[in-house]
């Protein structure tokens, strides 16, 4: 089940499943302590006699944002009921707090009493052994709590919370607090400790056919005295003015840049800020860029995505300094430069507290009975690529400085080394897609922008013989590519080089998307007649020929398959990736328009409220996998940006042939004087 509309600030996120249930908060970093485990927090209304929890069937429901905002609007309607609740919920932008504001429409004729029941269901640091939910007569709010981690809940009623239920859980048969309400009533138990879960009620009266609002919120923290502050602090400044202000906060953040997006439809434009927004919220306040916080996928795999992948976050990082915030990539290259290992490389995943998460990449292989490198070069290679392309465009000298040695030299020093001398190729090493070791086209691809990058650093910091190694051996990556990964007989590139028994190499032909790497990052230009037979492969053999559409990975893409007769699901980063190459191709707007169709593409398949999953269903167009996925999102950022640069360089003065478009703040000054200009001189 997707994970719809997240709200959080960097430390406290908070995710919605598609029926509107709470099911992961995480604190305090993103990602890491989930303290619901994925278990539903209800959220019910007693009236008239009938109670629903708005996630039964009999309520119709909308999940969507405000506007530019990481505050939600949702629509719920029940018929059966007459009533309509109109909620908002985010996460204090500066403190955590997850707030939620609910208006209730009264649609019936006649005067009611209406309960509304919230239901909290912790599993605090992920266990739900040893809890403890009480009611605090301090805060007249219910708190959980175990060890340095507690949660007070309360609403905005003058007595706090007005009846409360606190109870066991999933032990000897006990369902929890939520079947107390169900009677509309609640027990009014004080306390309990162990596996517990807590339900409180609010009542409001309501005349015929009008309106009335209250607030909910959850204050996280490591003590008791600091959630106490928090709900003195919603008290003092109200709700609703901690709603205001967040709300204010994120239109001026995703608005800051001012960008103007040329001749793009508002579908894409929207879609690019609120990408924007989602990334931010998986985005640890510590550096750490998230691949997704989507719980349900334990069931399925007994793990998740709560990790920073290298390689996610350098490419999230890269679409983030394009759109212009650099103070969060800064944030995650300092992290990177914490957690490289003494070797120079990265391993496969990391949690967002730096420690090493799980893998399955092995350290050795019992068959040849040698020493494997558990990575995917690939990682090493992205993050010093996407720390050039941060530096050129920011030019921050001063804390470059600071990971030149530990980061930067390590890290290309590594690249450099781990070639196979005969080839100048990298040694084997997992794929992007972590499902096959090899001599992957991407990785060369990947070390090529890595180790040039590496020699414009030193270049940078006067280090001449350095430079000049680090470019000599993108040369020789690049030969060696050509030599061993270019297949004449098929007139394109291999995805791989793969080892035989016999201990042989031979060319793995499969049409794989990750190919667009050729041009991506330098190696061969996007015309060359190599990349353009690669390329047209891979539109030709992938694109997946449903009513849906869309890019599979690869050929006989296996992973979470649907439907047989497909190259396997369709991907929004492979789309996205081919709508890039369009982009790099394209020398007239006509030629341009195919990757706006792309972009389009993208823009229909998302969730309602912009959410982009993983992949999505060839058959109807569900999304698939967990969601949001960080990676799709940038990688809409990051294409939308080519484009608006594309367009950049086709729309110029005929008289001074400088850009009449520019799509950053400063350059549209510089567009507007060159029009008036123009003009004068006309």
């Not at 003058?158 to 066991?168: K, L």
């Not at 890290?411 to 096959?436: H, I, K, M, Q």
């Not at 791989?496 to 028994?501: F, G, K, N, Q, S």
Request: net charge negative; proline share 4%.
């Amino acid at each position: 089940m997707p994970r719809d509309i997240p709200v959080g600030n960097g430390t406290l996120l908070v995710a919605f499943d598609e029926r509107y249930r709470i099911r992961d908060i995480y604190f305090p970093f993103v990602g890491k302590e989930n303290h619901s485990e994925g278990h539903p927090f209800r959220f019910g209304v007693w009236v008239d006699g009938l109670f629903s929890w708005v996630s039964d069937d009999g309520w119709s429901r909308d999940l969507r944002y405000q506007t530019e905002t990481l505050v939600t609007e949702v629509r719920l309607i029940s018929d059966a009921l007459a009533l309509e609740l109109v909620c908002h919920d985010t996460v204090d932008q500066r403190e955590n707090i997850f707030l939620r504001r609910i208006e209730v429409h009264n649609r019936a004729a006649t005067a009611r009493a209406v309960r509304l029941f919230f239901h909290q269901d912790f599993y605090i640091s992920e266990t739900e052994v040893g809890d403890t939910a009480y009611f605090d007569p301090d805060t007249l709010a219910i708190i959980h709590y175990k060890g340095q981690r507690y949660f007070l809940i309360s609403t905005d009623a003058p007595e706090g919370v007005e009846s409360f239920a606190t109870g066991r859980k999933a032990f000897q048969g006990a369902e929890g607090t939520w079947r107390d309400a169900e009677d509309g009533l609640l027990s009014q138990s004080a306390i309990t400790e162990g596996s517990v879960d807590s339900t409180i009620g609010r009542t409001i009266q309501l005349a015929p056919h009008s309106t009335a609002v209250i607030h909910y919120w959850i204050a996280a923290g490591t003590s008791y005295h600091e959630v106490a502050r928090l709900n003195a602090l919603v008290r003092t400044r109200t709700p609703q003015a901690l709603l205001e202000r967040t709300r204010n906060y994120w239109r001026a953040w995703v608005n800051k840049n001012e960008l103007d997006f040329g001749d793009l439809p508002s579908e894409i434009v929207e879609l690019f800020k609120r990408s924007l927004l989602i990334i931010r919220t998986q985005i640890d306040n510590g550096g750490a860029i998230l691949a997704a916080n989507d719980s349900d996928v334990v069931i399925r795999a007994t793990d998740h995505y709560s990790y920073m992948w290298p390689r996610d976050g350098a490419l999230v990082a890269h679409a983030l300094d394009l759109a212009g915030y650099s103070n969060l990539t800064r944030s995650f290259f300092d992290f990177c430069g914490r957690i490289i290992t003494e070797q120079g490389y990265f391993l496969q995943k990391y949690a967002p507290d730096g420690s090493l998460a799980s893998s399955w990449h092995a350290w050795w292989d019992p068959h040849r009975r040698e020493r494997l490198a558990p990575i995917q070069e690939d990682e090493t290679a992205l993050v010093l690529w996407a720390l050039w392309q941060h530096y050129d465009q920011f030019r921050d000298i001063e804390f470059i400085r600071a990971l030149y040695e530990k980061l930067i030299i390590r890290a290309a020093d590594f690249l450099d080394d781990f070639r196979d001398p005969a080839t100048g190729l990298p040694r084997p090493s997992w794929n992007l897609w972590e499902d096959r070791r090899g001599i992957h086209t991407f990785t060369c691809a990947t070390v090529f922008g890595a180790l040039h990058a590496a020699a414009r650093f030193a270049e940078l910091f006067g280090e001449i013989e350095r430079a000049t190694r680090y470019r000599e051996a993108a040369v020789q990556v690049r030969d060696g590519m050509r030599r061993h990964l270019f297949r004449a007989e098929a007139g394109r590139f291999a995805r791989a080089l793969m080892y035989r028994a016999d201990g042989a190499w031979e060319p793995d032909m499969t049409v794989d998307a990750s190919l667009f790497g050729l041009f991506r990052f330098g190696v061969f230009a996007p015309a060359s007649a190599e990349v353009r037979a690669t390329m047209r492969a891979v539109e030709e053999a992938l694109w997946v020929q449903t009513e849906v559409g869309g890019v599979a990975r690869y050929q006989g893409d296996g992973y979470m398959r649907v439907a047989d007769g497909l190259p396997g699901n369709p991907w929004f980063i492979c789309t996205l990736w081919l709508a890039d190459y369009k982009i790099a191709l394209a020398q007239t707007a006509d030629e341009l328009r195919a990757a706006l169709d792309l972009l389009m593409w993208v823009v229909r398949r998302a969730l309602p409220s912009g959410v982009l999953a993983e992949q999505v269903h060839p058959l109807t167009g569900a999304p698939l996998s967990v969601s949001p996925l960080t990676w799709s999102h940038a990688t809409f950022v990051s294409t939308v940006i080519s484009y608006l640069r594309r367009l950049e360089n086709m729309k110029r003065c005929a008289t001074c042939g400088r850009p009449a478009f520019q799509f950053d703040r400063r350059a549209r000054r510089s567009s507007r004087w060159i029009e008036i200009k123009t003009e004068v001189e006309t």
